[in-house]
C-alpha cells in the first residue's frame, strides 16, 4: 500500500501524506472508493493553479461630465512600491489650475460625476497635498492647463497600488474638479468637470527581435 501510495502521488505531483484506509472487510467498490478518496486527501487535494501575477500597469479614459468638454487619459505604472501617474488631459480653461484626485469608486453613472463618491483615504488622514505630512492616498495635487487648455502631469507616490495589497486603485476612478485644490483641509474643489474609471491597460508588446 505505501508503495502504491508513493507511486500515485508521486505521479501527480502532490505531496505524500499517510493514507488511512479502514482496514475491515469491504466489498470490492466500497474499498475501491475508499482508496479514491484517502488518495486525493492524502495527496493534498487538487492543486491550485499558479497565481497570476500582479498587473503593472492601468488606464483611466477620462470622459467629461455634464455641460463640460474636459477630456483626457491617465496611465498609471507599477515600478516596485512606486506608482508612476501620468495624465494628459484636454478642453480646460487656458493657463487655469484644477484639482485632481483618485476617488473610492468606479462609477461614473451619474451626470455630475458624484457617484464616484468621495476622495480615496483608505487609511482615514485629513485632506492635503501629495507632499504634504498628512493627506489623502487619493491626493493627486493639481493639474494645470496651458495656453491652449491642455495639461500633463506626472507624479510618482508610494501613497498607492495598481492591484496590490497596499491602497489599490483598481475599479476605482480619477475626477478632475473645476477649480483649484489648496491642500487645506477642506477645499473648495468646485465642481467634477471630468471622470474616469481606472481599469486594467492592455499589455504592451515586447518590441520584435
Do not use: W
Not at 14 to 40: D, H, K, N, Q, T
Not at 99 to 119: L, Q
Not at 129 to 136: L, N, R, V, Y
Request: charged content about 15%; aromatic content about 4%.
Amino acid at each position: 500500500m505505501d508503495r502504491l501510495r508513493t507511486g500515485i502521488c508521486g505521479l501527480v505531483g502532490y505531496p505524500v501524506r499517510a493514507l488511512e484506509i479502514p482496514m475491515r472487510p469491504l466489498s470490492l467498490f466500497a474499498y475501491a472508493g475508499a482508496l479514491a478518496v484517502a488518495l486525493l486527501t492524502s495527496c493534498g487535494g487538487p492543486r491550485q493553479a499558479d497565481a497570476a501575477p500582479a498587473p503593472t500597469t492601468a488606464i483611466a479614459v477620462v470622459v467629461p461630465t455634464k455641460d463640460s468638454s474636459v477630456h483626457g487619459v491617465v496611465h498609471f505604472t507599477q515600478q516596485g512600491d512606486a506608482l508612476l501617474v501620468v495624465a494628459d488631459i484636454e478642453g480646460l480653461a487656458p493657463t487655469s489650475t484644477h484639482g485632481f484626485h483618485v476617488h473610492e469608486f468606479g462609477d461614473a453613472s451619474a451626470a455630475d460625476g458624484t457617484s464616484a463618491g468621495t476622495h480615496y483615504n483608505p487609511e482615514g488622514h485629513h485632506h492635503g497635498g501629495p507632499q504634504s505630512q498628512e493627506h489623502h492616498a487619493g491626493d493627486l495635487g493639481n493639474i494645470v492647463a496651458d495656453a491652449a487648455g491642455k495639461a500633463h502631469f506626472e507624479l510618482t507616490t508610494t501613497d498607492l497600488t495598481i492591484a496590490g495589497a497596499h491602497n489599490p486603485i483598481l475599479g476605482r476612478s480619477v475626477i478632475v474638479h473645476a477649480n483649484a485644490d489648496d491642500f487645506t483641509a477642506n477645499p473648495n474643489v468646485g465642481a467634477r468637470i471630468a471622470i474616469g474609471v481606472i481599469g486594467l491597460a492592455k499589455p504592451t508588446a515586447p518590441p520584435a527581435k
